[in-house]
């Protein structure tokens, strides 16, 4: 099946499903157009390498992640879209004043691998726009359980849409012989265990103890006391670590440090956290920021950061043990509590 057949059948359920549908429409046109640019690389206008100017998170923009951000807020004019949000604005920019949805969006997560030749993304949030004038961030500091769906496209060997609207996670590969996005998976589930984690191990000296303790026992390996070896990834591009992970399981850390500025974490809830946690709970997993569960947040800002972790159900929920008590894990022995490679 194709995603425009996929959402024609979404947009048949009543009108809130055809305004979902006609903005995951949209989108996918629009991720085309950039993952044509994407191709086109150093040979094309778009890689202009870093602007001077940051974003509204603070971070270095490059010229492609504003182009990337043109494009999609362009296409949103012709969307049933209220709100449109994004990391590249401070606020959420208003389109349509009559209709009823809100979208958060990443328009390209990555894109410090941009010159690198990693894969990088478009992570989007849809919601339910909120009638309240006096602020214009109301819709995007609902829970992420509000989300009326979610996705990313990754821009990689394939263009690929990992996607869902409430009931289970679907993906495509876009056919250029057919110039459409073809489902591959329905229903996608994630291994509940895991036998790999992505974390950025050159921070450990900045980790807490629950941090340390986790990745300690993994690389104890089949010797120590979760008695089996892991291994371990990190991408730096979320969709690419995420997209791993819903292929063939594992749990992906991004936590709080002692960092200045870090101690929240990086992620932003609104358009990178909640819409991966709800992508990898559709998929049977799960998503928290060490104590709570990503979509239960509700988030008091629009690009409020937050801790992330998120990936195979048994994993997560062992990581959140060592956050409640590190040194109670029911398999760390005596012999395991000691310093280890990341503890000190």
């Given at each position: 099946m194709i995603l425009e057949a996929a959402l024609s059948r979404l947009a048949?359920?009543?009108?809130?499903?055809?305004?979902?549908?006609?903005?995951?429409?949209?989108?996918?046109?629009?991720?085309?157009?950039?993952?044509?640019?994407?191709?086109?690389?150093?040979?094309?206008?778009?890689?202009?390498?870093?602007?001077?100017?940051?974003?509204?998170?603070?971070?270095?923009?490059?010229?492609?992640?504003?182009?990337?951000?043109?494009?999609?807020?362009?296409?949103?004019?012709?969307?049933?879209?209220?709100?449109?949000?994004?990391?590249?604005l401070e606020r959420p920019v208003r389109l349509q004043p009559d209709k009823q949805l809100a979208l958060a969006i990443d328009p390209l997560d990555g894109s410090s691998n941009i010159d690198t030749n990693v894969s990088i993304g478009t992570i989007f949030s849809i919601l339910p726009a909120v009638d309240d004038d006096s602020d214009t961030e109301a819709s995007f500091k609902q829970p992420g359980t509000a989300q009326l769906a979610a996705g990313f496209f990754i821009y990689g060997p394939q263009l690929a849409l990992a996607l869902t609207w409430g009931e289970g996670l679907h993906t495509f590969i876009y056919s250029a012989r057919k110039d459409a996005f073809v489902k591959v998976h329905e229903g996608l589930t994630i291994s509940r265990k895991a036998h790999e984690f992505a974390i950025n191990a050159s921070n450990a000296r900045h980790w807490d103890e629950a941090v340390r303790a986790y990745v300690d026992d993994c690389l104890a390996g089949?010797?120590?006391?979760?008695?089996?070896?892991?291994?371990?990834?990190?991408?730096?591009?979320?969709?690419?670590?995420?997209?791993?992970?819903?292929?063939?399981?594992?749990?992906?850390?991004?936590?709080?440090?002692?960092?200045?500025?870090?101690?929240?974490?990086?992620?932003?809830?609104?358009?990178?956290?909640?819409?991966?946690?709800?992508?990898?709970?559709?998929?049977?997993?799960?998503?928290?920021?060490g104590e709570n569960r990503i979509l239960d947040l509700v988030p008091s800002e629009l690009h409020q950061r937050t801790p992330l972790i998120f990936g195979s159900a048994d994993e997560v929920e062992r990581i959140g043990r060592y956050f409640a008590d590190p040194g109670a894990i029911g398999e760390r022995a005596p012999l395991f509590g000691t310093r280890g490679l990341f503890r000190v």
């Open positions: 048949e359920r009543g009108k809130l499903e055809s305004d979902v549908a006609a903005v995951i429409s949209r989108l996918a046109l629009a991720a085309v157009s950039v993952r044509g640019i994407i191709n086109d690389g150093a040979l094309g206008n778009a890689f202009g390498g870093k602007r001077s100017t940051r974003n509204a998170g603070g971070d270095e923009q490059h010229s492609l992640d504003i182009h990337a951000d043109e494009l999609f807020m362009s296409a949103m004019h012709k969307s049933p879209v209220r709100y449109y949000a994004t990391e590249e089949s010797s120590g006391p979760r008695e089996k070896d892991y291994n371990m990834r990190w991408i730096a591009s979320l969709v690419a670590d995420c997209y791993r992970i819903l292929m063939r399981g594992g749990v992906f850390l991004y936590p709080g440090d002692s960092r200045a500025g870090y101690g929240r974490g990086r992620l932003r809830l609104v358009y990178e956290a909640n819409p991966i946690a709800m992508i990898i709970e559709q998929a049977g997993g799960s998503a928290i920021d």
